[in-house]
Antibody, heavy 121, light 107 residues
Framework: QVQLQESGPGLVKPSQTLSLTCTVS??????????WSWIRQPPGKGLEWIGY???????YYNPSLKSRVTISVDTSKNQFSLKLSSVTAADTAVYYC?????????????WGQGTLVTVSS | DIQMTQSPSSLSASVGDRVTITCQAS??????LNWYQQKPGKAPKLLIY???NLETGVPSRFSGSGSGTEFTLTISSLQPDDFATYYC?????????FGPGTKVDIK
């Protein structure tokens, strides 16, 4: 059974960079059928896709966040990471990592439990 | 960018009711549409992929239909475990977009 676990600071100051890591267990991040994604959800609001990465390093980002987002992968640690720069209070959200099945269909099939990141001084 | 809308934004229903949620895309997305269920404090759970395919382990009272720009999620007989928020999500392009969600609560 694949499991994903987010980790990182729960509090980030405005204008700084938010950094999170997702550790994958029960399966290899280098499996060819999957991409690895970040999604966020502001308190009381809906879901926003941030971006995803293939184990080779290929990335796709939400155009609305592209200028501030970097997603990277470390296959040796079975981890992938998110960096979001120049954060503001609007970036306060629960951040989820998820696996994307990427065949003819594409869907998020496994999710982490989510981690709340608050942007505040 | 492809935008998604859902209606209604919320609804109240009773156990045993038939519930239908609609999702609309701003352009033709063929059948590249998934549905998720989210309960408070939990990650979303995949229910339906490719507009009408039931994910393994999901009860058969859930069904999806539609193509192009109009899609529906139907719960044939609402159960206590189904009170949650439901999201549609498109994947026609390399980008993914979620709908704003429909909250289903107890009448």
């Amino acid at each position: 059974q694949v499991q994903l676990q987010e980790s990182g600071p729960g509090l980030v100051k405005p204008s700084q960079t938010l950094s999170l890591t997702c550790t994958v267990s029960g399966g290899s991040i280098s499996s060819g059928d999957y991409y690895w994604s970040w999604i966020r959800q502001p308190p009381g609001k809906g879901l926003e896709w941030i971006g995803y990465i293939y184990y080779s390093g290929s990335t796709y980002y939400n155009p609305s966040l592209k200028s501030r987002v970097t997603i990277s992968v470390d296959t040796s640690k079975n981890q992938f990471s998110l960096k979001l720069s120049s954060v503001t209070a609007a970036d306060t959200a629960v951040y989820y990592c998820a696996r994307v099945y990427y065949g003819r269909q594409r869907y998020f099939d496994y999710w982490g439990q989510g981690t709340l990141v608050t942007v505040s001084s | 960018d492809i935008q998604m809308t859902q209606s209604p934004s919320s609804l109240s229903a009773s156990v045993g009711d038939r519930v239908t949620i609609t999702c609309q895309a701003s352009q033709d997305i063929s059948n590249y549409l998934n549905w998720y269920q989210q309960k408070p404090g939990k990650a979303p759970k995949l229910l339906i992929y490719d507009a009408s395919n039931l994910e393994t382990g999901v009860p058969s009272r859930f069904s999806g239909s539609g193509s192009g720009t109009e899609f529906t999620l139907t719960i044939s007989s609402l159960q206590p475990d189904d009170f949650a928020t439901y999201y549609c999500q498109q994947y026609k392009s390399f980008s993914f977009t979620f709908g704003p969600g429909t909250k289903v609560d107890i009448k």
